[in-house]
């Protein structure tokens, strides 16, 4: 199997890639938390409180926040999604971004406007920073005393995209991210408004939106919404199946002042590593994981990935159904290649990242389509079947059975 870095990436994502996309979104979901007791407050109607989400213009603000993700992955994807040793060190923020897509987080915000953004994990007495401040983005790692950076020429000047340097700080900001949302619900959800609730000692109403029906392993996306000037506060996502959220991120602690200038400017430490982005791994071609290191040896895993980003295959993507309960079909044209990976596995001389692979492929189904396996986590199911095709989308398992029988 070739070892060139498109198919290393492949590798990594192979099962399946949406998952990553999961997990980026999650990260996406600015900080929120709820205390306990709901305010007495004006009613509002759910077009209401959407307007006065799109309308509001806060650009300013710091605190702290609290992520916990439970996204139900796999140990070895967990692994994956947590960090593989992507170029730059441990102050690469790509690195440690990754980190939000499970467990819990203790973070510091402040935002002075597209130009001016800073986050800062606290989780224990080290500390990691990400400072966008103009033109500059840096991540500092006072532990490893580790510092990245990148020059951000398309920040420099006002008025230009900022996107490149807002994926890097997770994603959009709240107000863009309940904007993204609420645009993509669509004529398959229902809107409406909640309970009130305190968030972070501010009066906010909650926008539910709930899939009209069923199949989706997403029950609910619960939104706070300042009752003052409109900005999200809080972002759950709930799973139809209950339990915990999978996604409980909020503010413990806000301020809408101005931060100090000085809250943005960072300089490296003397003695520090310092490492300049914009390298391979900038251009996706560093950071293979670390954990399938035998992967490449293990016969079929080439073409069972060759469609999905590597060499060989197809690819071809088709869209089933719509809204909450969309599959992609996606035909690697790998033919055989999950059996010839399950014999791979079997064998007393296989690497032991084939049979962590196998494994975290779940368990076999059969149907009219044949047979495969189906991957699990909280949000994102899989079936891989044995003839190279996958159906993947944030629906039961039951879902990805009836479609795969349908689009056989």
Not at 155 to 182: E, M
Not at 285 to 298: N, Q, Y
Not at 302 to 307: E, I, K, S
Request: proline letters at 4%.
């Amino acid at each position: 199997m070739a070892t060139n870095a498109k198919t290393r990436k492949a590798a990594r994502y192979a099962v399946p890639v949406a998952v990553a996309g999961v997990a980026a979104a999650t990260v996406a979901m600015v900080p929120a938390f709820a205390n306990s007791g709901g305010p007495d407050l004006p009613n509002v109607t759910a077009q209401q409180l959407i307007e006065k989400v799109a309308a509001s213009d806060v650009q300013q603000l710091s605190g702290s926040a609290k992520v916990t993700t439970d996204l139900g992955l796999p140990t070895l994807a967990s692994g994956l999604l947590g960090g593989g040793g992507v170029a730059g060190g441990t102050a690469n923020p790509e690195d440690k971004l990754a980190q939000l897509a499970n467990g819990t987080h203790t973070l510091r915000v402040a935002a002075d406007g597209p130009d001016h953004q800073k986050l800062t994990f606290v989780d224990g007495k080290d500390e990691y920073s990400i400072i966008h401040n103009g033109a500059d983005v840096w991540g500092y790692d006072t532990k490893a005393n580790e510092v990245w950076h990148e020059k951000d020429p398309e920040g420099a000047a006002a008025g230009k995209d900022h996107k490149k340097t807002a994926d890097r700080l997770g994603g959009a900001s709240p107000q863009q991210l309940a904007q993204d949302i609420l645009k993509a619900a669509g004529p398959t959800t229902d809107v409406s408004v909640g309970e009130t609730a305190q968030v972070a000692g501010r009066n906010a109403y909650q926008l539910v939106l709930k899939p009209k029906h069923s199949g989706s392993t997403i029950g609910s996306v619960k939104i706070a919404v300042d009752a003052q000037n409109g900005v999200p506060l809080r972002v759950q996502l709930l799973a139809a199946e209950g339990g915990k959220p999978i996604v409980d991120a909020g503010f413990t602690k806000v301020d809408f002042a101005k931060p100090s200038a000085d809250t943005f400017a960072f300089t490296a430490p003397k003695g520090a590593k310092v490492t300049e982005g914009a390298g391979e791994a900038a251009k996706g071609g560093a950071g293979h994981g670390k954990g399938f290191k035998g992967l490449d040896s293990i016969p079929g895993l080439d073409a069972l990935t060759g469609g999905m980003g590597g060499k060989g295959g197809h690819g071809d993507t088709k869209v089933l159904g719509e809204g909450w309960s969309t599959i992609a079909r996606i035909d690697t044209g790998a033919g055989k290649g999950l059996q010839d990976v399950e014999k791979a596995a079997g064998d007393k001389n296989a690497p032991k990242e084939a049979k962590q692979f196998l494994d975290s492929l779940g368990g076999k189904v059969t149907g009219k389509f044949g047979s495969g396996r189906v991957f699990k986590t909280r949000v994102v199911n899989a079936l891989i079947t044995d003839d190279g095709k996958v159906y993947v989308g944030a629906v039961t398992k039951d879902a990805l059975i009836q479609a795969a029988d349908a689009n056989k």
